[in-house]
């Protein structure tokens, strides 16, 4: 695979861990990304690193940006807490920290990922390099055509961009992604010494997901760097502004439910506006909930809408495939999507490095990748469609179930296992 040139479009979370593993093996490889700077207001939020994004990290990392990413992540409990729309707790799931980081829970900012991500691969990426669309030339290579009338060719070609992928569009067309009519507006609340003290303690420490009679749900996670820095810069804030400072700490907070329940013109609403629109649907629940709301810099609220890939059947293997939210993006309400990318990259990491015939290697990749990418994909319609239900008796038989297994420590392990 060493003599093969890899081309990778975009250099997200998942393009550029896979590119960090090739690289590292000596493998040739180009990442062609639109763009140099966050791109979109997500970048401003944390990411929740499960053990499989964690070990991708490891498995792919070079040693010294592997202790990068360890040094950099959030301080605070991982201990995830359902609660009532009053602050009563329904059930909380330990997490005790886990001998090895790389079967750890780590919180972290997405801006201080994708440092750690870009480092040592300044001669691999292009930035400035809009995809467009891709030809098969007649000696079998794949030839790329970029929005500014350049071309590049390469031997393999991995699709990395992101939900609304390109490469997906134009080889495999049939695979779609929709809206599920569900809206979430994220936000963050800073936290420092003077606004801790404003807010119930269970809040600061861990996430939760705060459940209400129905129709509505919300998600709240506290991220704090400690102003921890690595070498290299890593961890410093490029950006200013409340949204995209990544050295205070933060609790962020999302609110979902279906679009039909937000007022009218949401898509075009400020930050102001659209917090205000949260808080009148939250106007009875417990105050530090709506503390939390009112006190957050209207700059750093967003409107995310939910969409969901539809999984589709197996494909022939080829010299073009594809990773993360290219191919199975979900909706956000499992916290699973730059994880299974990254599960991605680390997995295709492994086929193209591991000796075997690249198509037989990439239909490995992809059998499993399906089997996985697509569970979750199903996973987080399903949790998406609880955090906005509205079936009150449902959510009743939820809540009674949590309370029930937080009142027997050995089954509630067995249920969350
Ligand atoms: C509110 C919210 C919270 C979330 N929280 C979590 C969480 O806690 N944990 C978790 O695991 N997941 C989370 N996710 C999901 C996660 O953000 C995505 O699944 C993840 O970013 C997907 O990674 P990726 O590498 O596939 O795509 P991306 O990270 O989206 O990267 C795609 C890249 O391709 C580039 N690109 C796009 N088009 C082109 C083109 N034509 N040419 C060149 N480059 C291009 C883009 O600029 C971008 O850099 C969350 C999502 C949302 C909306």
């Known amino acids: 695979m060493t003599n093969k040139s890899v081309a990778i479009i975009g250099g997200g979370i998942g393009g550029l861990c896979l590119a960090q593993g090739l690289h590292r093996r000596g493998v040739r490889v180009t990442v062609y990304e639109r763009d140099r700077t966050p791109a979109d207001r997500l970048q401003g939020y944390r990411v929740h690193i499960d053990p499989n994004g964690a070990r991708a990290l490891r498995d792919c990392l070079p040693e010294h940006l592997w202790q990068a990413f360890l040094d950099t992540t959030g301080r605070g409990g991982q201990d995830f807490g359902f609660l009532t729309e009053q602050l009563g707790t329904l059930a909380l799931l330990e997490t005790p920290p886990a001998a090895d980081p790389a079967d750890d829970h780590h919180s972290v900012s997405r801006i201080t990922l994708r440092q750690v ?94 459940i209400p009679p129905k129709g509505i749900g919300l998600f709240c996670a506290p991220h704090d760097a400690g102003g921890v820095r690595a070498a290299d810069g890593i961890g410093a804030t490029e950006q200013g502004g409340a949204l995209m400072d990544n050295s205070g700490g933060y609790l962020l907070w999302a609110v979902g439910a279906a679009e039909g329940r937000f007022p009218c013109g949401l898509e075009s609403m400020s930050g102001a506006q659209l917090k205000a629109a949260v808080a009148a649907m939250v106007k009875d629940w417990h105050p530090d909930l709506r503390t939390m709301i009112d006190l957050t810099d209207d700059a750093t609220v967003s409107l995310l809408p939910i969409r969901t890939s539809i999984p589709i059947e197996a494909w022939q293997a080829s010299n073009i495939t594809l990773l993360g939210d290219a191919i199975h993006s979900m909706t956000p309400m499992r916290g699973i999507g730059a994880n299974t990318a990254l599960r991605d990259a680390r997995l295709l990491f492994l086929a193209l490095t591991s000796g075997r015939a690249q198509v037989a290697a990439i239909a490995g990749y992809e059998r499993e990748m399906r089997a996985y990418g697509f569970a979750a994909v199903r996973d987080s319609l399903r949790a998406a469609e609880q955090f906005v239900g509205d079936n009150r008796l449902a959510r009743m038989g939820f809540k009674t179930f949590l309370r029930t297994v937080q009142r027997f420590p050995s089954l509630k392990a067995k249920v969350f296992a």
């Open 117 to 210: 991500l870009l480092s040592g691969l300044e001669d691999v990426v292009e930035f400035g390099k809009t995809y467009e669309r891709y030809e098969r030339t007649g000696d079998g290579r794949v030839r790329l055509h970029f929005a500014d009338g350049s071309m590049a060719e390469a031997d393999l070609v991995v699709a990395a961009d992101g939900g609304n992928s390109r490469v997906r569009k134009q080889y495999l067309p049939h695979a779609r992604r929709v809206d599920t009519g569900i809206a979430t507006v994220a936000g963050k609340f800073p936290l420092d010494d003077a606004t801790r003290g404003l807010i119930s303690r269970r809040l600061t420490d861990g996430p939760n997901n705060v």
